[in-house]
């Protein structure tokens, strides 16, 4: 089956410094892959995604590449800022190869980040 | 972007009384609505997706009589949950998903906030 795997938090960081979120998959075809972000007592975002191998995605100053070799989307943010604390969820969609995308979202378990001033 | 708003944003109930939780897409038409439930500082249970006009599919281990989801129009579903109990509370969250390009992803509303007491 599809599953995500995203390293434990939580990740405290202070202002500026260089931060990576890893995030593993397994699944079958050729899914999309998201990093969702859920600020405190709100819903979740999409920050990013990626829907085929060696896409990178962007936003916001955070980048991912989807790395099919190493069945990965690890987030990266090269300064972070103490408006970035969060909860970062890695997700994936599957879509199979013909193109079929099925609707559901496989979440990992979230990281928490804590960035200090 | 698309906008999805849920309704309330917090509710407290008494054991044994319903609620019911509403999703609404605001500048698309949600031909797919999923309703997940976050546990404190877990990921996202995907437990029902719904299409517009037919009964929802409940993921494994999901009570459809307990967790009555209707999604009678493109903009709105309900998650009624019935007779309540202290270990249903919880975060709610929806999703909408649309057929339009811009609208193929799914976007989440901000989530509800369900305490039993």
């Known amino acids: 089956g599809n599953s995500v795997t995203q390293m434990e938090g939580p990740v405290t960081l202070s202002e500026e410094a260089f931060l990576t979120i890893n995030c593993t998959y397994t699944?079958?075809?050729?899914?999309?892959l998201f990093w969702y972000v859920q600020y405190p007592g709100e819903g979740l975002q999409l920050l990013l995604k990626?829907?085929?191998?060696?896409d990178k995605g962007s936003n916001k100053g955070f980048e991912a590449t989807y790395r099919k070799e190493t069945t990965s989307f690890h987030l990266e943010k090269g300064s972070v800022q103490v408006s970035d604390s969060a909860v970062y969820f890695c997700?994936?969609?599957?879509?199979?190869?013909?193109?079929?995308?099925?609707?559901?979202?496989?979440f990992g378990q979230g990281t928490i980040l804590t960035v200090h001033p | 972007g698309a906008v999805v708003s849920q309704h309330p944003s917090r509710v407290i109930c008494k054991s044994g009384t319903s609620v019911k939780i509403e999703c609404r897409s605001l500048?698309?038409?949600?031909?797919?609505m999923f309703w997940y439930r976050q546990f404190p500082k877990q990921s996202l249970m995907l437990m029902a997706t719904?299409?517009?006009?037919?009964?929802?599919?409940?993921e494994q281990g999901v009570e459809k009589d307990k967790f009555l989801i209707n999604h009678a129009s493109l903009t709105l579903s309900t998650l009624t949950v019935t007779s309540a109990h202290p270990e249903d509370s919880s975060f709610y969250i929806c999703?909408?998903?649309?057929?339009?390009?811009?609208?193929?992803?799914?976007?989440f509303g901000p989530g509800t906030r369900l305490t039993v007491t």
């Open positions: 999703s909408a998903r649309g057929l339009a390009q811009l609208t193929h992803e799914q976007y």
């Open positions: 997700a994936l969609r599957r879509v199979d190869a013909g193109g079929t995308s099925y609707g559901k979202l496989t």
């Open positions: 500048d698309f038409q949600a031909t797919t």
């Open positions: 990626a829907t085929k191998a060696d």
């Open positions: 719904s299409n517009e006009g037919s009964k929802a599919t409940y």
């Open positions: 699944a079958t075809g050729y899914p999309s």
